[in-house]
């Protein structure tokens, strides 16, 4: 069974979407030491089990059982691939901009393998079982980034010893070891940086993705027609409610809305309320008004500003008429309404429009 | 246990770009046909449930305007999971359980195209460690047919399992790559990410599907061969890529063995397993046997709506048992980077 969603085409406004999301995460003790050893001795650490093993990277529990895990010993820098994969043609947000391999690594000590990526040159240089050997930058912040890659490892004896020395440590003890500890300062704002950074609390991962927003069927028709000065909604076939902006459903009934329906600049105020507060990115002086207007005709308030008027003036029945951008400012989108202003005619009765509120 | 089974499903026709439509448009078809065909009146279906993801399109509660397509009024029961139809699926069989209410619409939807899938895939893995290197999902199956390759596999047979289902979906219209490569050109692509190339990864596809779940006699009294759900279970496996064997796929088989898989003889199993090497890793962990039919529709490779494809694998394994070609078939279901997470569901028609 199959269907074909409708089939008249339209052209289809789109537009950019960029997401991001500039989140900071806290990494706990065992995470926070792996990172604190990452950046202050250029050193891997494992997580060592109740059952004997050392999980690299480390975990607070070891995920066969469950557990928390025991403490963190040292592993080695070098070890062996156990499996890998060629990028030929690297993002833009790998870790290294030519041609590189990923890899599982399982470092000398380690019975779990970390993925990280490997600078071999060409994919003729690896092989699964090859010994490999961790390049640290020499800038280091505690970061899964302080690697900056790992190299097929020089010399017969191929890297370093398979037995890491050192015992087992607690994160407190790889805290406080190498740099004196400064809680305090590892908050970048703390303005501190001089200071001995203290232990790693938190990474910070910018994300960034970068989408495109197509506006579908019902939208591309409403925004075109603001360009055209018009206001387009839809009907719905069963309810017969009027939808603007109209999403190409009703969300009712959930049946498609097909019939246009052309809609007046004039409309009701319904509800409103008087932004006081300052925010980022505030295109308007506060105090201003945003209300919800029942356009006359439709069933669905559309949410947009009120000038022209004191902000105090403006009321619940009020009146309004949309006022447009001049046509050299026009913007496919709500903004090519600049905003609604009083119309002066008396207040709507509010058994107009008491079903909206 | 209740007797639960699908009644009814419904897909739209993958598109690479699906641009002229919103998720709305996109799905309100597809819904529509499936309580349609489901004989069961919109207002009685007692739970709603939909699967899909936000990060997909980039649009933060897609999944509650999602519901503009079921028609929430009066108020329905509704439920959501960020996650591939076939675990709505799941909850809505888990819900039938309870016994008070007797049938569920279950939909998924994904516009993939819209965003940089393969990096949005990248930011489900594990923040501190995975995430800020960009991992790309592309690159993680790649890992794992390394892994598979080294554990005494070939690319000649990655290469079978693209032709098979190339072929096979030259009988689906609802797939996005049909065909009927010949081996050797197929081993003469380059390289995509080694040792996977282009035609081993599934394509991009924007889409949508819908089931329609029914209880005992209401299934009997609305369909003609219910396509009963026999078993059904889920299984994950650590998140951390180097604490699992990548070779072999363990939660496949363990949800296989708890859903009762080898219980009987299996006729047609359909296997959502999005790149080539995953899908002899999942038919050895269901215990299929050579005589078993795999992928008739094509599977994963030939269209891949994430967040529905493996609801897709479901609904088509049903439409075998109702349309009375197969007496007993198995649907999988996969989650997470590298067949992380699995779910298998057996599913029988009434004995003749
Ligand atoms: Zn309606």
């Not at chain 1, 040292?74 to 590189?100: I, M, N, Y």
């Not at chain 2, 890529?241 to 063995?257: I, W």
Request: hydrophobic share 40%; with cysteine.
């Amino acid at each position: 069974m199959s269907t074909s969603a409708g089939e008249t085409r339209v052209p289809v406004m789109e537009a950019p979407n960029v997401l991001e999301f500039p989140f900071s995460r806290s990494t706990g003790p065992v995470i926070g030491a792996f990172m604190t050893a990452l950046r202050d001795e250029a050193k891997i650490l494992g997580a060592t089990t109740a059952t004997g093993k050392v999980i690299v990277p480390p975990l607070e529990y070891d995920p066969e059982t469950g557990e928390a895990t025991t403490g963190l010993v040292d592993v080695g820098s070098s070890g062996v691939v156990t499996t890998w994969a060629w990028v030929r043609e690297p993002g833009p947000k790998h870790p290294l901009a030519k041609p590189f391999a990923w890899a599982l690594i399982k470092l000398d000590g380690a019975d779990t393998a970390l993925v990280h990526a490997v600078d071999a040159g060409s994919p003729d240089a690896m092989s699964t079982g090859m010994r490999v050997t961790a390049h640290f930058k020499p800038e280091r912040e505690g970061h899964i980034r302080d690697i900056e890659c790992f190299v097929p490892s020089s010399g017969s004896a191929g890297g370093e010893s398979g037995t890491p020395s050192g015992g087992v440590r607690t994160p407190e003890e790889v805290f406080s070891s190498g740099t004196a500890p400064n809680e305090g300062s590892a908050d970048a704002s703390t303005g501190q940086a001089d200071e001995a950074p203290g232990p790693v609390r938190k990474i910070s991962t910018p994300i960034e993705l970068v989408y495109r927003f197509t506006a579908g069927r019902a939208t591309s028709r409403f925004v075109r027609g603001l360009l055209d000065f018009k206001i387009l909604g839809q009907r719905c076939p069963s309810c017969t409610k009027v939808y603007v902006p109209p999403r190409g459903s009703c969300a009712k009934c959930g049946v498609a809305t097909e019939e246009e329906v052309e809609l007046p600049t004039t409309g009701t105020v319904t509800t409103f309320c008087v932004v006081n507060v300052p925010f980022y990115g505030q295109k308007i002086k506060i105090p201003y008004v945003t209300a919800t207007i029942l356009l006359d005709g439709a069933d669905i308030g559309l949410f947009h500003l009120i000038q022209e008027c004191e902000a105090d003036e403006v009321h619940m029945g009020m009146r309004v008429e949309a006022v447009w951008q001049e046509p050299e400012n026009m913007v496919p989108g709500l903004e090519a309404i600049q905003h609604f202003r009083p119309t002066g005619e008396p207040d709507a009765d509010y058994d107009t429009y008491k079903e909206h509120v | 246990m209740r007797e639960v089974a699908v009644v009814s499903f419904a897909q739209s026709v993958p598109a690479r770009r699906a641009d002229e439509f919103n998720e709305v448009e996109l799905l309100m078809p597809v819904v529509h046909q499936a309580v349609a065909d489901s004989g069961i009146p919109k207002g009685e279906i007692g739970f709603t449930i939909s699967g899909s993801c936000d990060y997909l399109a980039g649009i933060p509660f897609a999944f509650v305007s999602g519901l503009d397509a079921v028609g929430a009024w009066p108020p329905i029961t509704e439920s959501h999971v960020e996650m591939d139809g076939a675990w709505a699926l799941y909850e809505a069989w888990v819900r039938l359980q309870h016994g008070d209410i007797d049938s569920a619409l279950v939909y998924s939807f994904g516009k993939s195209s819209l965003g940089p899938l393969t990096d949005v895939l990248s930011q489900q893995l594990d923040p501190y460690y995975l995430a800020p290197l960009w991992l790309d999902s592309v690159s993680v199956a790649a890992l794992q047919a390394r892994a598979w390759l080294d554990a005494g596999h070939s690319e000649e047979e990655m290469a079978e399992v693209v032709s098979a289902s190339r072929r096979a979906a030259r009988s689906n219209p609802n797939t996005q790559l049909a065909g009927d490569p010949d081996l050797k050109e197929l081993l003469a692509q380059p390289y995509l990410v080694d040792p996977l190339r282009r035609h081993d990864c599934p394509p991009i596809g924007d889409g949508a599907a819908a089931v329609v779940l029914a209880v005992g006699d209401l299934a009997r009294s609305v369909s003609e061969r219910p396509a009963w759900i026999t078993g059904i279970d889920h299984r994950i496996e650590p998140h951390s890529l180097g604490a699992r064997d990548l070779a072999s796929s363990a939660s496949t088989r363990e949800a296989a063995r708890r859903a009762g898989v080898g219980r009987g003889p299996v006729d047609v199993a359909e296997v959502h397993a999005p790149f080539s090497h995953q899908v002899p890793i999942v038919a050895e962990a269901l215990g299929l046997d050579g005589g078993v039919e795999v992928n008739p529709s094509g599977g994963a490779l030939a269209a891949n709506v994430v967040m529905a494809a493996g609801l897709v694998r479901i609904g088509e394994a049903a439409a075998r048992i109702s349309g009375g070609s197969a007496t007993r078939a198995v649907a999988h279901a996969t989650a997470g980077p590298a067949l992380q997470q699995n779910l298998v569901c057996v599913l029988e028609g009434d004995k003749r």
